[in-house]
């Protein structure tokens, strides 16, 4: 080269045989885009976003950095899942944290079996009723589900818990009120972490939704990176060739869905002969759930409901984990073949595609209660039934079902989604005056209603507006704007209350 500037790197990683292996235009993209993020900006010439408000909070800074740095780092850093909710505390909101602490603190999340303890920053058991007596007044809490991949390979989870705290306190500003508890009854060890919605000065903690979403995993990510090291090219093949095989959601999958195209097929050629064993590999397997079908010729059609099948595939092999000596007659976690899951859901323990709705009244004694989602708060009941089986039953959110007592005798039945007879009123006095209902109008179309059972009419689509967003009303005539589907909408509200507590449940005989 005869010119200072005619070097012209090629960026790229290295191949097992040594030679630079291209990127490509995928990394140019996650470089522009890491870029912009930095910049906090958009691409040059892009139309400018409404506003969303994902900057404000504490942490928006550190999120928005950790989030474009997750976008351009390597794939040897150690992986780690987290969920986060906010909840409201106001109304059942306080029950409801009562209940859910109660929950994640149930006997046999320890390695051990017993029973979970929660500890903060200083102690290694901490009072959770002296924790909620402090969030009297709270506004709000924040909920996280912090799950290493490589948690098998801790003890526990404390060391990581403390340090992400400490990492969390920095990157917002503030002192932090939290606790939090350890699970190792099901294949992947995760704590469970519950923070207050006050900071250090006794204001409402607002936490930037960039951190929420992309900071916490990235502080937690490095904590395990720094203990464990970055993965080895071993590792991350032992890994890969697992997810290949899992009836859960993984990463694999993930590309999957961001390789589909508008028809919904997804071409497995790829530049790396590896990563396109991987993807056939898996797409094989998700034709034996019936998720993926090949047309032959290089192609998957993969399935509209992927994603949500196996995340809801992957929460049935949790329950069976952690039910290994619920129902084993022998003490040797062996299950019994007559386990019959119960969520909603066209997926079965048995067979994935086993519709498993519960259609039918079942009576028996209650083994035990649990969460079958830990984030959602959705508890299901195991029910040692007359039919001969044991019945798990998804019961929906469990401030919505009063506390039940283990060997109690219980009779399920599945709820009933069908319109109210004043959804049909509502419906014809709409149908008579243009798509409108009032009062007055109401009483207008029958005139044998009393005004006061037409205010019940109010209420209840009072309820259907704040719930479904499907019914407008004029703020100037009080006017309700119901339209000619009304019905329809106010269906679609009664599958939502169903979808919270779908089982109606009679206690038949406490224990004693």
């Known amino acids: 080269m005869d010119r200072d500037d005619g070097f012209e790197p090629r960026v790229g990683r290295i191949g097992r045989d040594g030679r630079a292996v291209s990127l490509g235009r995928e990394f140019r993209n996650r470089v522009i885009k890491t870029r912009n993020l930095t910049r906090g900006g958009k691409a040059v010439g892009s139309k400018p976003s409404s506003f969303t408000g994902s900057r404000l909070g504490r942490g928006s800074g550190a999120g928005t950095v950790l989030a474009a740095r997750a976008g351009v780092a390597g794939v040897r850093g150690r992986r780690v899942m987290v969920k986060a909710r906010i909840v409201k505390l106001g109304g059942k909101g306080k029950g409801a944290a009562v209940a859910h602490m109660r929950y994640v603190q ?15 920053g200083r102690t290694d058991v901490t009072d959770g009723r002296a924790f909620l007596e402090r969030s009297d007044g709270d506004r709000h809490q924040f909920r996280f589900i912090v799950s290493p991949e490589d948690g098998m390979q801790y003890d526990d989870l404390k060391s990581v818990t403390r340090r992400l705290m400490g990492q969390m306190e920095t990157d917002l500003g503030t002192k932090l009120d939290w606790m939090a508890v ?20 006794d204001k409402d903690l607002v936490i930037a939704r960039s951190y929420i979403t992309d900071g916490v995993r990235e502080r937690a990510s ?16 032992q890994s890969l060739q697992h997810e290949m095989r899992q009836g859960r959601f993984t990463s694999l999958d993930q590309w999957i869905l961001d390789r589909r195209e508008d028809d919904g097929r997804v071409s497995v050629i790829d530049a790396s ?3 396109q064993s991987l993807i056939t590999g898996r797409l094989k397997r998700l034709e034996s759930f019936d998720l993926a079908t090949s047309d ?29 000596y619920d129902l084993s007659p022998d003490g ?26 519960l259609t039918e009244p079942i009576t028996g004694r209650l083994v ?4 079958y989602d830990e984030f959602e708060d959705r508890h299901y009941l195991v029910i040692d039934a007359t039919d001969g089986h044991a019945h798990v039953v998804d019961i929906g959110k469990g401030e919505h079902t009063p506390d039940l007592t283990p060997n109690s005798v219980l009779r399920l039945a599945p709820k009933t989604v069908e319109l109210r007879s004043v959804d049909h009123t509502i419906a014809e006095v709409g149908a008579t005056n243009g798509g409108l209902y009032s009062v007055e ?30 019914i407008e009303r004029d703020r100037y005539s009080g006017e309700f704007i119901v339209g000619d589907n009304y019905r329809d909408t106010a269906l679609a509200y009664e599958r939502q209350k169903a979808a919270q507590t779908p089982i109606r449940l009679r206690c038949c005989r406490p224990s004693s």
């Open 106 to 120: 149930r006997d046999g999340v320890t390695r051990s079996g017993e029973r979970g303890e929660f500890y903060d």
């Open 182 to 201: 350890d699970h190792f009854n099901t294949g992947h060890p995760h704590t469970h972490i519950l923070i207050r919605g006050r900071d250090d000065q």
């Open 222 to 237: 490095d904590i395990v990176s720094f203990d464990l090291g970055p993965r080895s090219e071993l590792e991350i093949e």
């Open 273 to 275: 002969p590896e990563r």
């Open 296 to 324: 032959g010729q290089g192609y998957w059609r993969v399935s509209e409901d992927l994603e949500p099948a196996l995340r809801q595939l992957g929460r049935r092999g949790d329950i069976i984990n952690s039910l290994r």
């Open 332 to 357: 040797q976690g062996q299950l019994l073949d007559t386990v019959r899951i119960h969520d909603g859901g066209e997926l079965d323990n048995h067979h994935p595609n086993h519709a498993s709705v």
């Open 368 to 371: 035990r209660r649990g969460l």
């Open 441 to 470: 109008l109401h009483l207008n179309h029958d005139c044998n209603a009393q005004q006061t059972f037409a205010e019940t009419h109010v209420r209840r689509l009072e309820a259907v507006r704040r719930s479904s967003g499907g």
